[in-house]
C-alpha cells in the first residue's frame, strides 16, 4: 500500500480528485496518509475534515530558515513513512534536502502542457492568462516528477484541451481542471502505485 502526502496552498480541488479516485477504487493500492499546507486557512484542509485524514499547516514564515521549514516537513513526511509526495497547487518551492531525499518520489500537476507556459511566473491563473495572450488552440495540463529546477522534471502524463475562442481565465482554468487534470492526477498516482512507471535516462515509461 503506497502512502501518499499530499501538499496544497489553497482550495484542494486536485486533493478532492484524488481523494474521490481512492475512494471509489479508481486509485488502487494507494491512501493518502497526510495532507500538509503551507497556509492555515487553506480550504484544502477543510476538505479532508472528518475523513481520517492527519492533516496539518507547516509554512516557511515560522522557522528562522529553509532549511529549518525542510527539515520539519521531512519529519512529518518520515513519521507518515510517506512513499509518494503529491504537490497539488502547493505553491512554495520545495527544499532541495526533501527532493534529494525523495528523487522520483514527488510528483506535482501543472496546468499547461509542458514545456510550454511552465517554468518561474507560471502558475495558478498566469499559466491560462499567457496562453490566452499567446493565442495558441491547445493547452491542457502535465504530472511531471519534480526534480532541482522549475516544472523540469521528467514527464509522466499530459492531456490536451481545447482553447475556446470566448475564454476567460478563469474559464480556462476550470475546464483545464475537469478535463484534464482531475483525470491525469488520479491516473498517474495509480500508475505509480502498481509499480507501472519507470524513470529511465531523464523520461518517464508506462509499463
Same mark, same amino acid.
Given at each position: ?11 484542494? +480541488? ?8 481512492? $475512494?471509489?477504487?479508481?486509485? %488502487?493500492? $494507494? ?7 503551507? *497556509? @492555515?486557512?487553506?480550504?484544502?484542509? +477543510? %476538505?479532508?475534515?472528518? #475523513? !481520517? ?12 530558515? *529553509?532549511? $529549518?521549514?525542510?527539515?520539519? /516537513? ?19 518551492? /520545495?527544499? !532541495? /534536502?526533501?527532493?534529494?531525499?525523495? @528523487? ?21 491563473? *498566469? ?6 495572450? #499567446?493565442? =495558441? @488552440?491547445?493547452?491542457?495540463? +502535465? ?9 523540469? !522534471? ?19 482554468? #476550470? ?13 498517474? =498516482? ?11 535516462? !531523464? *523520461?518517464?515509461?508506462?509499463?
Amino acid at each position: 500500500m503506497l502512502n501518499i502526502a499530499v501538499m496544497v496552498s489553497g482550495g484542494g +480541488t486536485n486533493l478532492q480528485a484524488l481523494m474521490d479516485a481512492v $475512494a471509489d477504487g479508481s486509485v %488502487r493500492n $494507494a491512501r493518502i496518509s497526510i495532507v500538509i499546507s503551507n *497556509k @492555515k486557512d487553506a480550504y484544502a484542509l +477543510t %476538505r479532508v475534515a472528518g #475523513r !481520517g485524514i492527519k492533516n496539518c499547516c507547516i509554512a516557511p514564515k515560522d522557522y528562522e530558515n *529553509k532549511e $529549518a521549514f525542510g527539515h520539519a /516537513l521531512l519529519a512529518a513526511l518520515e513519521a507518515e513513512q510517506v512513499d509518494l509526495i503529491v504537490l497539488a497547487g502547493y505553491l512554495v518551492i /520545495l527544499p !532541495g /534536502l526533501l527532493i534529494q531525499r525523495y @528523487k522520483n518520489k514527488i510528483i506535482n500537476i501543472h496546468p499547461s502542457l509542458i514545456p510550454s507556459f511552465c517554468g518561474a511566473g507560471f502558475y495558478g491563473l *498566469k499559466v491560462h492568462e499567457g496562453v490566452l495572450a #499567446r493565442g =495558441v @488552440k491547445v493547452t491542457g495540463a +502535465t504530472v511531471h516528477f519534480v526534480d532541482e529546477g522549475t516544472d523540469t !522534471g521528467p514527464i509522466i502524463l499530459q492531456k490536451a484541451v481545447a482553447v475556446e475562442p470566448d475564454d476567460t481565465p478563469q474559464t480556462l482554468q #476550470r475546464r483545464v481542471m475537469e478535463q484534464a487534470e482531475w483525470v491525469i492526477l488520479p491516473e498517474a =498516482v495509480d500508475l505509480i502505485a502498481n509499480g507501472r512507471v519507470r524513470v529511465e535516462d !531523464g *523520461k518517464v515509461r508506462i509499463l
